[in-house]
């Protein structure tokens, strides 16, 4: 390692070392954030991650974004005993012992009630019955102090009943140490460690009064007393205590061993924090106003560390001080807690001779060293320094208001570079390899020898071709290239031609710079140009490609306003913005936001203000003042911590969770909502939250920071999960993740025996069912089989009498007749026989073709439209072979054939017949004209003549065709209509509707 790295590396580690806590800060949480009240007299986090805060006026659950209060409710025997509280213990159960002003209470997190426990009878009529001490022992009794100065052991059976007893040593004060084993017994002025069996190892002799609360603390190494007056330390193997601390003003309330070298102190006067080595070294921290990041109040009442490591500083007044401690990375420097540091922003930094240099509003200062180096000169003391730079043993200082100071390293000599410089107000003094020095100022850049001789300016509008108005910051790259930015984006100098080629901002264009407005250029490892700008976040130039892309809020950086950037070999980079230091990866893509709660004094930077030691120490100029830290020192957040249930849901009624539990849910909870939290008090707001419910769901879902809540409706009955996992934004995820197991039970009729119970219930019902329906049907066909078997018997039989017999007599009457007839004919028989026997002749045939038209309508089960059509057409034909003077025409049109009942068929027919019949013998018609349309769902029959016609409205005795053919049409549902009138002929309208439905 070069000697010069050396020294520097001792001189750093030496600074720090002695002043590391003095760069603390603290994030505040008062009754504004929701706690109950702002003196705190104890912490304690629970095995859950939550933290529990005792105030004077109830006990708080903190889970990092809200307060959780309990208080005395009167009249209601499970609320908290007294809102005085004063200690906490959790024991192995996770129960909370509370000692309170006037008693114990214990609170039970799975039945979510407090339970009032008394010591001795005394208690249920005083009214203070304060509890000094309450500690657990190795057998996991609660060991209590009262305020009687007695000892109480006490234990919880496996009914849930409190037993208690007196201590074996019956009075005083007890603490324990499970790692080392040991108890302390505090008594009077004496102080006695003894072993698990309570027999004595060393006995220890404090002068003064004892505080009513004596206080002990174990460290792996050496234990720590404290009487209220005096603190004294105790190491192994040791027979005399070290005093350490001695109160001036009021008393020692709290200590706290952060680690085991560190020994936080709370006193009246602020707290004190020792370095506990071989030599004991303490500081001091205490309140100073208008020091928002500072401590709150001087009165420190409690003093703890969590399982993160996160100091937690409680006050009388003044609500919880909350600090990630000396160790987080960040290192805060203020006027506030350095005299040496003059009050106003920081806005340059430089490394001379192994001293940082710190230029302010009010004068350059040295943040770590009164001792002045010996070219040091008074003029610096006053002057607004905006920039600083080293070139070969001068000196330059950028002024807002006294052009570039250069101070002579060996003798201190002081002089002014203005030569040609049109503006006092300097942005930027950049040291180029040949040593020459560009200067960025509000009207130009300008180019100077190592002596302060100017070479060159470049103004806008001039032959340059520079189109800034003013420039902030001037860049020499690795491959040799030149390039500056301010008012007009980003420039690159063609040396030989000296005139800038620019990169300014257009609209809808990516590959052009964000915003026209820079503060700094930086060039990455990779050597890409990353343009800091004051409203656009970062534009990165790909030099080889000459294109850009963006890092801005819109892909996850805080705020668009970029001052400066700082680089690390590993892949990181370095962002000072308005609202808090950003680490980007290039790798990863992911950006990490430290902010005030991360240890920042400051989350607003300044123009210019970046600085990168040869150490890799990186310094960003802040308005209070400036932030160091090494990158490497930046630690990951705890990734072991598991998420917690805050609250618990079921059909939108509360309900207790314990963790580790077996949820069990009734039939009928079908709404469950998780409320939840990380125990991350640092990073509350920076956390990103995926849950799922396996058995039902595999996906993880989000769910915003601000709402923190999982709802399951219509749950899936059987096992379940419910699994929560979290991540800080940049971080990876978590490695707990908080499972949930749930068993949702069925309701009797979904469970498998009821349903084989029902299923086979079912079946057998079903089965009678059909048996019986079948059965049924089976007995209606067979009567209908037999009743159709019956009833075409007797139709074959009526048909075969019919025709045997009456036709067979009809048959030979009619041949008879036709016999009769011709003979008469021969004889010349006078006409009225002849025409008598002819009518007689006529109406056997008449009967003989009714005859069978009933046998054709007896012997069909249906009939179609087409073979009645045939009928009537038959009908027609033998009319007309009766007379030469009529002609009957049959029309028919269909869109399908229909089947006719035969009762209705026959109806049809004899209307029809007796219809043809009426207009053949009657109208002296000339032609006769049928015409049947059938057209679902109705069948129309129209039969029209053009004979003499009659009035319709006169009615003649002893004709009663025409009511009988409106009565047949009648029975079958048709309609029957007769249009006639003198020397109108006759139409017959028959329509038979909704035949196909």
């Known amino acids: 390692m070069p000697l010069r790295l050396l020294v520097l590396l001792l001189l750093f580690t030496h600074q720090f070392a002695m002043g590391q806590y003095n760069y603390l800060s603290f994030q505040q949480l008062t009754q504004k954030d929701g706690l109950s009240q702002n003196t705190v007299n104890a912490f304690l986090q629970d095995r859950e991650g939550f933290m529990w805060i005792a105030t004077q006026d109830g006990l708080n659950r903190y889970d990092g974004y809200r307060f959780k209060v309990f208080r005395q409710i009167p009249g209601d025997s499970t609320s908290l005993c007294d809102n005085f509280v004063l200690q906490l213990v959790e024991d192995s159960k996770g129960r909370i012992w509370i000692g309170t002003r006037n ?27 304060k509890i000094r001490s309450i500690t657990i022992d190795h057998k996991g009794n609660i060991v209590v102090s009262s305020a009687a100065g007695n000892l109480y052991q006490l234990r919880i059976n496996d009914t849930g009943d409190i037993v208690k007893q007196l201590h074996p040593l019956k009075r005083g004060v007890l603490y324990y140490n499970e790692a080392s084993k040991t108890y302390a017994h505090w008594s009077t002025t004496e102080v006695q460690l003894l072993n698990q069996n309570l027999q004595r190892q060393q006995i220890l002799q404090l002068a003064g009064q004892v505080h009513e609360s004596p206080l002990v603390v174990f460290a792996s190494a050496y234990t720590v007393f404290s009487n209220g007056k005096y603190c004294v330390l105790l190491r192994k193997q040791s027979t005399v205590a070290d005093t350490i601390y001695t109160s001036s003003k009021g008393i020692i309330r709290s200590i706290h061993i952060a680690n085991d070298t560190t020994l936080l102190v709370g006193t009246d006067a602020g707290l004190q924090i020792f370095n506990v080595t071989e030599q004991v070294k303490g500081y001091q921290i205490n309140k100073v106003d208008r020091d928002r990041s500072g401590l709150s109040s ?5 003093v703890y560390t969590d399982r993160q490591g996160l100091w937690w500083i409680g006050t009388i007044g003044g609500g919880i001080n909350l600090s990630i401690g000396p160790n987080a990375g960040f290192q805060s420097v203020t006027a506030f807690r350095n005299p040496r540091l003059k009050n ?143 008012s007009g984006g980003l420039a690159m100098l063609d040396e030989s031609k000296q005139k800038f080629i620019s990169y300014q901002h257009e609209p809808g264009n990516i590959n052009t710079p964000a915003y026209n407005i820079t503060n700094s250029i930086s060039e990455d490892p990779e050597g890409n140009i990353w343009c800091a700008t004051m409203g656009g976040g970062v534009s990165i130039l790909n030099v080889k490609t000459k294109t850009f892309r963006h890092l801005n809020m819109s892909n996850g950086l805080i705020n668009n306003s970029v001052y400066g950037c700082l680089f690390t070999n590993d892949g990181r980079e370095w962002m000072s913005t308005n609202e808090g230091i950003v680490e980007y990866s290039s790798k990863s893509g992911t950006f990490k936001t430290f902010q ?13 203000a970046f600085y990168q030691d040869e150490l890799m120490r990186c310094y960003f100029g802040a308005a209070q003042g400036f932030v160091m830290y090494h990158p490497d020192e930046i630690k990951q957040p705890a990734n072991d911590v598991k998420p917690s249930i805050t609250g618990f849901r079921v059909n939108y009624k509360e309900r207790n969770y314990f963790e580790g539990e077996l949820l069990q849910l009734l039939p009928e909870e079908r709404n469950i909502d998780f409320e939840f939290a990380a125990p991350e008090f640092i990073n509350a707001d920076q956390i990103v939250y995926h849950y799922r419910l396996l058995g039902f769901d595999s996906i993880w879902r989000e769910t915003p920071v601000e709402q923190r809540i999982a709802t399951f409706t219509n749950l899936p009955y059987g096992e379940t999960i419910f699994e929560l996992r979290y991540k800080i934004n940049g971080y990876d995820w978590n490695t707990a993740v ?30 009678l069912i059909i048996r019986y329906l079948s059965q049924r049907k ?119 054939d229909i089947d006719l009942a035969p009762r209705v068929a026959m109806e049809l027919f004899r209307v029809a017949q007796e ?24 069948i129309s029959i129209t039969i029209r003549d053009n004979g003499t016609g009659f009035d319709t409205t006169v009615k003649k005795n002893g004709h009663y065709g025409l009511e ?34």
């Open 596 to 608: 005030s709660r991360h240890g920042l004094a400051s989350e607003e930077f300044a123009v210019n």
């Open 103 to 129: 008693g114990l209470t214990v609170y039970d997190k799975r039945k979510g009630y407090f339970k009032r426990v008394y010591l001795d009878d005394r208690e249920r009529q005083q009214f203070h019955s």
């Open 344 to 486: 106003g922003p920081v806005w340059a930094f430089k490394q001379v001779d192994g001293i940082l240099l710190a230029g302010t509003s009010n004068g350059l200062c040295i943040p770590f060293t009164d001792t002045k180096p010996v070219w040091w000169n008074s003029a610096l003391d006053t002057v607004f320094i905006t920039s600083l730079e080293v070139v070969r043993d001068q000196l330059w200082v950028g002024t807002r208001y006294n052009y570039v100071l250069t101070v002579d390293l060996n003798t201190g000599q002081l002089r002014t570079v203005s030569e040609q410089m049109a503006s006092k107000s300097i942005h930027h003094i950049y040291n180029d390899n040949d040593e020459s020095v560009w200067v960025s100022t509000w009207v130009g850049l300008y180019h100077y020898t190592p002596e302060g001789t100017l070479i060159r300016k470049y103004v806008m509008n001039d032959s340059s071709e520079l189109k800034f108005g003013y420039v902030t910051h001037a860049l020499r790259t690795t491959s040799g290239s030149f390039y500056v930015c301010g």
């Open 964 to 997: 009988n053919m409106k009565t047949r049409m009648e029975k079958i549902g048709a309609e029957f209509k007769i249009v006639s009138g003198l020397n109108k002929g006759t139409t017959v309208y028959i329509t038979l509707k909704d035949y196909g439905k």
């Open 298 to 302: 001087d009165q420190i009442n409690a």
């Open 778 to 896: 089976l007995r209606r066909q067979l009567r209908e089989l037999e009743v159709r078997q019956r009833l075409q018997d007797e139709r074959e039989r009526i048909a075969r009498d019919l025709h045997d017999n009456v036709g067979a007599q009809i048959t030979y009457m009619i041949s008879s007749l036709d016999n009769i007839s011709f003979k008469l004919e021969q004889h010349q028989v006078p006409a009225p026989a002849i025409e008598k026997v002819e009518n007689l002749s006529e109406f056997a045939r008449t009967t003989m073709e009714q005859l069978r038209s009933s046998i054709w309508a007896m012997n069909s089960e249906q009939i179609k439209l087409s073979e009645f059509v045939q009928r009537i057409h038959a009908h027609a034909q033998r009319m007309t072979e009766h007379s030469e003077h009529i002609d009957i025409n049959v029309q028919y049109s269909h869109v399908e």
């Open 915 to 938: 219809a043809v019949t009426n207009s053949f013998k009657h109208s002296g018609a000339g032609e006769i004209n049928i015409q049947i349309e059938a057209k679902s769902p109705n």
């Open 738 to 767: 908080l499972r949930v197991p749930i068993y949702h039970e069925m309701p009797f009729y979904l469970t498998w025996w009821f349903l084989l119970i029902a299923a086979i219930v079912i079946i057998t019902i079903l089965a």
